[in-house]
């Protein structure tokens, strides 16, 4: 049976060596391309004729655009709408790599804690930074919630502060963690197929198919929580709790 | 003991996390249930909060999950 973490190799196409850094085109950034690519094209031939009344690919292109701006509008509220475009490319970017990975034989960008790691630090640092602007040092008010009884603040404050600071964490490893365990356990039950055989493999191939309708599933969920979460830090970091 | 055998156990052990997430989703999707029987007009504006509890407590068993395997295949 082969491994099941074989799957989250990362293998070097093209290798390109930049004074010493190795800056390789790997599998991941081949597939991240990709996405990136396939979500291009849908927007802009999907748009290309502007009907008033939407084709498909125009409708899904559409569709997926008044999604996320309802979104962004509902949960940023005020001063929200110059960072649609941010959040619209962050959902399309997650929803892109989570479901090209679930193609046989492909890989999954999302999967690897770097990539995860690199957007959730990218939103937690644009999110303070923007606090800071906007509030200056005010914004430490964000950490003692009004009408909090005195005799609690010691207790709650570094709570607060904890939990804001774990946020690029949990950010990060919630789509990571989702991405690998699926991967794992498709490989996994496919591998049972093979391992039990012709006469008993049909069930763990019901099995699997199942699972494999999962995973569909929290591919999309984990690209819309992500994009979620951060319209909520965004709203966080305008508005402070009001 | 030997590490090898530290680590399995260790993984085991933290697989128990999940549990909490079962009984996290559960409760979410009780609530849900419940309410859109009372109340079933109301239920449809409710449901992005539905999933983002589900992804929301998903994500702490994951977190138990993630310490299993980084002990099987990391450490």
Redesign the interface.
């Given at each position: 049976m082969h491994n099941p973490?074989e799957q989250f190799e990362i293998k070097r196409l093209i290798p390109l060596y930049l004074g010493g850094l190795d800056v390789s085109y790997t599998n991941a950034a081949l597939w991240m391309t990709i996405a990136i690519a396939l979500m291009a094209f849908i927007f802009v031939y999907g748009m290309r004729r502007q009907a008033l009344v939407p084709g498909r690919l125009q409708g899904v292109a559409e569709t997926g655009y008044e999604f996320i701006a309802k979104m962004v509008s509902d949960n940023v509220g005020e001063g929200g709408k110059k960072y649609f475009p941010f959040v619209l490319t962050l959902f399309l970017f997650v929803l892109g790599c989570n479901a090209l990975g679930l193609i046989p034989y492909s890989f999954t960008p999302t999967s690897h804690i770097i990539v995860t790691f690199a957007m959730a630090a990218f939103v937690f640092i644009g999110v303070t930074i923007i606090a800071f602007i906007k509030h200056g040092l005010h914004f430490f008010s964000f950490f003692a919630p009004k009408g909090v009884p005195l005799w609690l603040m010691p207790i709650l404050v570094p709570i607060e502060v904890i939990s804001y600071l774990i946020r690029p964490l949990?950010l990060s490893?919630?789509l990571?963690?989702?991405m690998?365990?699926g991967h794992?356990m498709l490989k996994v039950f496919a591998g049972f197929v093979i391992m039990v055989g012709i006469l008993f493999g049909w069930l763990p191939l019901i099995f699997t198919s199942a699972f494999f309708a999962l995973e569909v599933l929290v591919a999309c969920?984990?690209a819309?929580?992500f994009a979620?979460l951060t319209c909520l830090y965004l709203n966080d970091a305008l508005h402070l709790h009001h | 003991m030997d590490p090898a055998a530290a680590k399995m156990i260790g993984a085991g052990l933290a697989s128990i996390a999940l549990a909490g997430a079962g009984v996290g989703i559960g409760n979410i999707f009780a609530a849900y249930i419940s309410g859109s029987f009372r109340n079933p007009e109301q239920a449809p504006r409710v449901f992005a909060n539905v999933i983002l509890g589900f992804a929301l407590a998903e994500a702490t068993g994951l977190f138990g999950l993630v310490v299993a395997l980084l002990l099987l295949f990391v450490l």
């Open positions: 973490m949990t490893v919630r990571f963690a989702n690998l365990a794992i969920l984990q819309y929580v979620i | -």
